[in-house]
């Protein structure tokens, strides 16, 4: 008896640990990010983004093109993805030069977006990862 309630603490010991990972990723496929909409920016890093208007905002379109807006720029440029996998890599992005109220919201985002490489989409929510960080998390309008 003794042995056998040693080996269930381990097995619960063991189930917990490789249950838990705070690195916001699940294993399996992720859908396609081609033809999926449009997304707001509702996190980046760590800080709450309050939606406002058009700020913040990614379409992916199904021939590997990407749009969106900044905090007062657009944004276009191109992706290559992979569902599957859900590898995700920008290709240069252009913005339009206006000058904004807040410029450093906008250099935050497009730094952010240029270094990221995978991707997932959990129903209306798409969360964009660097080396396996969540850095960024949107929401589909």
Known sequence: MKKLMGILMLAAVLLTATSCCNCGKRAG???PLGGSGEWQLTRIENDRVTPVDNRFTLSFAANGNVAGMGFCNRVTGTYESSAGA???AFG???TTR???LD???EDRF???LGTIDSYKIFGRTLMLFS???LKMTFEKR
């Open 29 to 31: 496929r992720t859908a």
């Open 86 to 88: 859900g590898a995700l």
């Open 92 to 94: 240069p992005l252009a």
């Open 98 to 100: 206006m000058m904004c």
């Open 103 to 105: 410029q450093a919201a």
């Open 110 to 112: 497009l730094r952010i």
């Open 131 to 133: 080396e396996n960080e």
